[in-house]
């Protein structure tokens, strides 16, 4: 027998002046890309958006032909993001692109990002968000100045789970917290894959496209923005220890970072693509004085919460009862019993992004409890790369947390 579970959609949730769906631009993303594909089926998912035009390719060729197969016209298929980002904002204003998802290797967030917020576009961009610390301080400064919105694609924010273990956690149900634990491993980077034509490893273990970290700001950018998300708390200073254990790879391929939370909190964020076997094993534990909650990427749709002084509790995704908050609720598709994971989560991130634009476009206030990670999350997480890479080449202990 089902709960009383109801989706809230977006149909729900606003009243349709602008009666029509969002109009998305994607910069990179053509055939053969993995992220590019979760990104356009994450974004169509509530069919609040549709993609409309994209230069999916540095290769000319390419992007044609990749936006031939997914039935774009022609004269709406670019060769560059600069020919895209122009062109679109020279069509009227009923047949344009609304914002612009960028799904580029890392070394190409930045110059997209900031030409589109230039020409008055609204983004979307993968983490990590630039290239380099500076370039985050601009494109900070940047969308302050244009009043734009900007999402960061940190999907493990959009689990109904993960929700429910903030609003416990910043809700004090757990008391005041002492240890923090956020592991992330995975396993395909155990042999030298860049070297045996594996697209994905080559450009993620070059430092001319990945920036100064490789499995840290591939994966460990995850674990900090995590570690903040559901704590509220920001970390203050890292004992960092980078490794790289492949021969020859030229950036880190594994590191464990001890870090320091602003509320008096304790805790350890270790990432690594080098542990044999493993898949996508993303995880946090979180323990206050009353208790504690777990939480695993790969079992979504649980969260375990650990009491002092009584049994342990499971929590599941598509229910309702007392226990679960609202806001969960609202990142929860279908009843209890029928598994939510990866899509559905970045399919979160994507809706709350285009309530909040929509609500924008039709000069209303956001619906409330459909947050999104933002442009200052994009620098929390390049300021955590280079605290962690400064940390781990020096001989200091402890590091604080590199800001503004």
Known sequence: ???????????????????????????????????????????????????V???????????KESGLRWYLPENRIYGSFEEMIIREKELPEGERMDFVAIVTPNHLHFHPAKLALENGFHVVCDK???????????????????????ALTHNYTGYPMVRQARKMVQGGELGQIR?????YLQGWLSTKAEA????????????ARSGIAGCMGDIGTHAENLCEFVTGQRITEVCSDLNTFIDGRLLDDDGSVLVHLEGGAKG?????????GEENGLRFRIYGEKGGLEWSQMEPNTLWVKWIDRPVELYRTGTSFKPIHAETIKHARIPAGHPEGF???????????????????????APEGFDF?????????????????????GAQKWMPFITK
């Open 1 to 51: 027998m089902f709960s009383k579970f109801q989706y809230i959609s977006s149909e729900k949730i606003h009243t349709l002046n602008m009666h029509r769906k969002l109009r998305m631009g994607m910069i990179g993303g053509g055939i053969g890309s993995f992220i590019g594909g979760v990104h356009r089926m994450a974004a169509t998912l509530d069919n609040e958006i549709e993609l």
């Open 53 to 63: 035009c994209g230069a999916f390719s540095s290769d000319p060729g390419r992007s």
């Open 128 to 150: 990590p968000m630039t290239f380099s610390l500076q370039e985050a301080y601009e494109l900070e400064d940047l969308v302050k100045k244009t009043g734009l919105l900007f």
């Open 179 to 183: 240890k923090v634990v956020v592991e």
């Open 196 to 207: 045996a034509g594996n697209r994905q490893a080559e450009w993620r273990t070059d430092p």
């Open 268 to 276: 350890i964020l270790y990432a690594s693509q080098v542990c044999a």
């Open 343 to 365: 899509l559905e989560a970045f399919a979160n991130i994507y809706r709350n992004f285009a309530l909040a634009l929509r609500a924008r476009m039709e000069g209303k206030e």
């Open 373 to 393: 990670p933002t442009v200052h999350d994009g620098v929390r997480g390049m300021q955590f790369l280079e605290t962690v890479v400064k940390a781990s080449a």
